[in-house]
């Protein structure tokens, strides 16, 4: 397994990609596309199947080392939360691909009688998708899934940030999938450039919201749709009627669990009473020893921060002055190791840096109210989160969350396990995102929802063609209307 500095001189050696490259490419899989080849079933499942080959227990150890190399990710996250969530889409994709292929039929109106109508799902084209470093195995290959479902051709961008991953996702994806069809392309932001420069019939972005406004504003250019799968300041409501045990161990699962906080889904912050805070910090403290000793920084349970730069990044959240006194559990960190372990900080001030941008790391803050009804407004006074969850025994707490709370998917008594339901969507709205995959969801991304009306010659009505007369005006209304009283009064010229 290369180094991430190997990688990164691999790939330095390599011959440029640039925008005659790019344009280049899109043209030989535009030509591939159109001649039909991506749309039948059996291509389809093909590649899903050869997706699943990849994934096998064959290869399960290289994605392991490759992950641990770009972010020291403990192999059991890597195991279930990357390669066995892509083994279970593929798997589901198989099962029901007939099923997404088929067109769906629809009732059609008196207005167009006879006739039948249907639904036709078909592919959008050659599609881009730009993808994440934090589960980078995951964020390539879950899209992927539903654009190959879908029967569309695929360029994948890896995140440079994970070079380890990259590689290895070049390399995989080449010696497996149809390459007249899928094609990996790895770089920097040149390499970016040059792919948002052309023409796609689709863009699928997975990052933050920065990258996403030039990939919409570069789409924008050709009317390109996109999807953005972003992030945002994700809260956790906790009440006090709760098995505090169980909670605590499901927020630190979310957050720590989950690449030590560098996910989008984990949550960003806390949010309960004053008079039940203390109980909760004490229940965090206790929980945080137990799955990761008296010295987390020494802990092989927990990633690393991704590189130096987000290393420092994080400090600046940590150095705000506004936070003096603020830390009550963690706060240590190794910069050699790019370590930072895991850190509460309560009464956190809501002007402060921390609270002002999605942290995405190890670092959560808890804010104290008087009343838990008060959350809803401190939530709905930033932007719209990926997500959000609520810890609570109280139903109407529980409707009035879900009805007042606008969030990519809510959670109640648990955080993060709503991305691993395939029948439902995930995506954000407003600034934590633009549409929604997995499962179904991902082919309909994917697609095109065609709509065929069927008509034969028998049938043709008189009242649609000129002279126009006030007799034809109320028939068509009538028509047009649906009601069957309306056309018979239409008839008898009663209205």
């Known amino acids: 397994m290369l180094s991430s500095t190997e990688v990164h001189e691999k790939q330095n050696k390599k011959e440029s990609f640039n925008a005659e490259a790019a344009s280049l490419l899109v043209k030989n899989l535009t030509a591939t596309f159109a001649s039909g080849k ?22 399960e150890q290289q994605i392991v080392d490759a992950l641990y190399s770009d972010l020291s990710k403990p192999p059991l996250e890597t195991v279930a939360y990357e390669i066995a969530m892509l083994k279970n889409s593929c798997k589901g994709a198989l099962k029901e691909l007939k099923r997404w292929m088929t067109s769906e039929k629809v009732k059609t109106s008196i207005s167009t009688f006879p006739s039948t109508a249907e639904i036709v799902s078909e592919p959008l084209g050659v599609v881009l998708i730009i993808s994440a470093w934090n589960y980078p195995f995951l964020l390539s290959l879950e899209p992927i899934i539903g654009a190959i479902a879908a029967g569309n051709a695929v360029v994948l961008k890896p995140s440079e940030v994970a070079p380890a991953t990259s590689s290895l996702l070049a390399k995989l994806l080449g010696e497996y999938l149809d390459n007249s069809c899928i094609r990996v392309v790895e770089g920097a932001v040149d390499e970016t450039s040059a792919l948002l420069q052309q023409k796609w019939d689709k863009i699928f972005y997975t990052g933050n919201g920065r990258v996403a406004r030039i990939v919409m504003a570069a789409a924008a250019k050709h009317l390109t749709p996109v999807v953005l799968e ?15 045990k169980v909670a605590t161990r499901r927020i630190i699962a979310g957050k720590w669990c989950c690449n030590n906080g560098q996910a989008c889904i984990s949550p960003d912050y806390i949010i309960t009473t004053k008079d039940y805070a203390p109980k909760l910090v004490d229940a965090l403290k206790t929980e945080l020893e137990k799955f990761y000793g008296k010295n987390p920084l020494e802990s092989k349970d927990l990633s690393r921060i991704v590189n130096s730069n987000h290393f420092g990044r994080l400090t600046k959240l940590l150095d705000d002055e506004k936070l003096s006194g603020k830390i009550v559990f963690g706060g240590e960190k190794d910069e050699s190791k790019l370590m930072i372990s895991p850190t509460i900080l309560l009464d956190v001030p809501r002007n402060s840096l921390m609270m002002r941008e999605e942290i995405f790391g190890p670092l959560l803050p808890i804010i104290t109210v008087d009343k838990l009804e008060e959350s809803f407004d401190v939530i709905n006074s930033g932007t719209k989160p990926l997500a959000a969850y609520l810890f609570t025994t109280n139903n109407k707490l529980k409707e009035q969350f879900v009805m007042n709370i606008s969030a990519g998917g809510l959670v109640i008594n648990d955080t993060a396990l709503h991305l691993a339901i395939n029948t439902l969507p995930f995506g954000g709205v407003g600034e934590s995102g633009i549409g929604a995959y997995h499962g179904k969801f991902s082919f309909d991304a994917f ?16 009242i649609r063609y000129p002279p126009y007369t006030n007799t034809k005006m109320r028939l068509l209304k009538a028509l047009i209307g649906g009601g069957l009283l309306g056309i018979i009064r239409a008839l008898f010229g009663l209205s």
């Open 447 to 462: 697609s095109h929802k065609k709509a065929v009306l069927y008509r034969s010659f028998f049938g043709d009505a008189a």
């Open 230 to 244: 972003l992030g945002g300041k994700s809260p956790a409501v906790v009440d006090s009627n709760i098995d505090l």
């Open 38 to 59: 991506t749309r039948s079933y059996e291509w389809r499942a093909s590649q899903l199947k050869a997706l699943t080959k990849l994934l096998s227990d064959a290869h």
